[in-house]
């Protein structure tokens, strides 16, 4: 057991000891020995981050010992068909970065209507190839605006209106059952406003009052001010609230209503380690961590991505693993890409942070190249990520319930001939339909003045143009939407990382303008991509003369044919290469597993790509598409039909 300065040997081995006499001492032998094992495996990935956040407080030793009392009682109530599921999480530690793992996100009302609705949606889940169900926010949260469900007044029950944690069990054991992994939101930067704490803080308890960040006067809210971005800026300018009940000002980066943690407190990491492993053992096998990025403030810093959010993370890494080792985290870090690579863990840290982040860039990256019809930027800006950590995979999605913001660097832009901002400027006006001649029925999410940003919200299917063609009932406009959807798609199944289907996607479906009729809905425009899923529609999937017949399958095959290749497993190196055609992008994945290379045409038209370029490549001789399953010879030239995608691999001789 490694000792450090703070905790040393003698006092982890008495900690130890206590919580065998205590919380384990109804345990067997064996199981005792497993806790041990895990004890002595984990505890120095617990101290390190500990030691950097609390080591300078004098009760630093209680606070430990409080955290590995929760992990210990965890470790002692955790199911039995969950102890199995970490024996087989943990003998196949890969098993989330295999090709076979397919993600799908939905709101549990906007899908089925509670959670007893969505286990019985399941066999439609598996019809499309899912193994990753991501239910969105789904805890209790404050009622009125909540912000999607993203202002949680209570960790430990279920929104009503989607049923009980009781519900939430027998979905999550009835998904687990099928080969499906359940996923949830856990808001750990912020409460609601009305959470317990916050209401205990607002009448006066000291004790609560330091799980947040109350200020007196604006003294520091002013200086922090200077720094800070605004995310809201057009429904919740500035980062902090005045509250006359308790005459204190509190910071809330998000909403007024959502209220920000403060992780400088360790007991505030406590009660959240202890929702963390409450909600795994309901069955929750990944734990999507939303905005943790925010989770720790610094002055004359924008307090977004600082040392100690990493910290914090690993923190609760290393306690979950010795409770619920199959527990996973997926990191929403909606960030640069040279701040987003630490949340999976690097150096030090390497598979001790987060298993899964959501790629934003390679999702801006992709409607930039499909508004553009150019592959430049995207592989450019892609050949200058530093490269995944092992053990990892991204989660890659073209669309999900928040706003594109053009997170497209200015250096990027700069290399290769572009302005950032006017790129920026371009694809906002592309994807609001202000562009001459664009095919996008999008919105504008939040226009910034100061910066000059204009975020977008639409549906895959309505970005992609298939609004358009409806209202203009073109039939060919039609047939290049539907490529496009399936483009991104394809796009997304070849990269490095579990995709992620947005719900509704898999059947085109379009902006929905009626939450507008709700007032707590309003005025969020984020809602018109949150439609409700069109069951009538769905079943058009089946009739063959349907549009949504032809998305839904042919994503269904691609999804199967992404399953069979094994070259895409997320171990497997992934990266851009110039295809010498401006307008078809290249992206290799290589492994012992096999080498692939995915070409998409970007354009509405006919392209080519030379085939001296796939010799360079290593692409010589017959190669098979594995989307289409056909052989093709590499000798001419390779033609792409418009927006096609293909995934070739040289036929092995046998
Ligand atoms: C995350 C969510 C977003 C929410 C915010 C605040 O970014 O994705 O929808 O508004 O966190 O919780």
Not at 316 to 340: C, M, N, Q, Y
């Amino acid at each position: 057991m490694n000792d450090t300065s703070v905790v040393d040997e003698v006092e982890l081995r008495g900690l130890l000891d206590g919580l065998l006499r205590g919380p384990l001492r109804q345990m067997t032998p064996l199981e005792q020995a497993i806790f041990r094992i895990r004890f002595e495996l984990y505890v120095p990935d617990v101290l390190r981050p500990l030691v950097k956040l609390y080591g300078e407080r004098p009760d630093f030793a209680a606070h430990l010992e409080n955290l590995l009392g929760i992990v210990a009682r965890a470790y002692a109530s955790r199911p039995e068909e969950l102890r199995l599921l970490d024996l087989r999480r943990v003998s196949e530690p890969d098993w989330f970065q295999q090709p076979n793992m397919v993600g799908y996100v939905c709101y549990v009302d906007r899908f089925a209507g509670d959670l007893a609705g969505v286990k019985d949606k399941i066999p439609y889940l598996k019809e499309l190839g899912v193994t990753y169900l991501h239910l969105m926010p789904l805890l209790e949260p404050r009622p009125g605006p909540n912000d999607g469900g993203y202002a949680v007044m209570d960790y430990r029950e279920v929104n009503p209106a989607y049923g009980t944690m009781n519900d939430l069990r027998e979905l999550a054991t009835a998904l687990r059952r099928e080969g499906i992994s359940l996923c949830v939101d856990l808001v750990c930067n912020h409460t609601a406003k009305e959470h317990e704490w916050a209401c205990k803080a607002v009448a006066g308890d000291p004790v609560y009052q330091d799980y947040y960040y109350f200020f007196p006067d604006r003294t520091l809210p002013d200086q922090y001010e200077l720094t800070l971005p605004e995310v809201f800026p057009d429904f919740a300018p500035g980062n902090f609230t005045y509250y006359d009940t308790c005459q204190r000002w509190v910071w809330t980066t998000f909403n007024e209503y959502q209220w920000d943690l403060n992780y400088t407190n360790p007991a505030v990491l406590a009660e959240m380690l202890d929702i963390m492993l409450f909600l795994a053992h309901q069955g929750v096998e990944i734990l999507r961590l939303d905005a943790v990025a925010f989770m720790w403030k610094r002055l004359k810093t924008d307090c977004q991505n600082q040392p100690e959010a990493h910290a914090i993370l690993q923190a609760f890494r290393a306690l979950t693993r010795i409770a619920a080792p199959g527990l996973l985290f997926k990191a929403e870090a909606i960030v640069s890409p040279d701040r987003l690579l630490p949340y999976l863990g690097l150096g030090a840290a390497t598979n001790k942070e987060c298993e899964i982040a959501y790629h934003n860039s390679f999702m801006v990256l992709l409607w930039s190249s499909l508004a553009e019809r150019r592959v430049v930027l995207m592989t450019h800006a892609l050949q200058n990520m530093p490269d995944t950590p092992v053990g990892c995979a991204w989660l890659t999605y073209i669309r999900c319930h928040d706003d594109i913001g053009w997170a497209v660097r200015d250096e990027d832009a700069a290399a290769i001939g572009l302005s950032g901002f006017l790129h920026r400027a371009f694809l906002s006006d592309f994807y609001s339909g202000r562009f001459a001649g664009t095919f996008a029925r999008g919105v504008t999410f939040q226009h910034n003045p100061k910066t000059g940003d204009r975020r977008i919200s639409g549906t895959l299917a309505s970005l992609a143009g298939l609004e358009a063609a409806a209202e203009k009932q073109d039939w060919r406009e039609t047939d290049l939407a539907v490529r496009r959807i399936l483009l991104l798609h394809a796009m997304i199944l070849a990269f490095n990382g579990i995709p992620m289907i947005y719900m509704g996607d898999e059947l085109g479906l379009l902006n929905d303008k009626r939450y507008l009729d709700d007032p707590n809905l309003a005025e969020d425009n984020r809602w018109i991509h949150r439609p409700r899923m069109d069951w009538h529609q769905a079943e058009q999937r089946h009739d063959w003369q349907t549009l949504t017949a032809r998305i839904f399958h042919a994503t269904r095959d691609m999804i199967q044919a992404s399953k069979r290749t094994l070259s895409l497993h997320a171990e497997a190196r992934c990266y851009a290469v110039w295809t010498h055609n401006e307008q078809v992008f290249g992206l290799i994945r290589d492994s012992a597993r096999g080498r692939l290379l995915a070409l998409a045409n970007f354009t509405e038209r006919d392209q080519k790509v030379p085939r001296h370029r796939l010799h360079d490549m290593g692409f010589d001789g017959e190669l098979v598409d594995r989307l289409e399953g056909q052989t093709l010879d590499s000798w001419s030239d390779l033609q792409l039909e418009p927006y096609q995608a293909l995934w070739l691999e040289k036929v092995l001789e046998a």
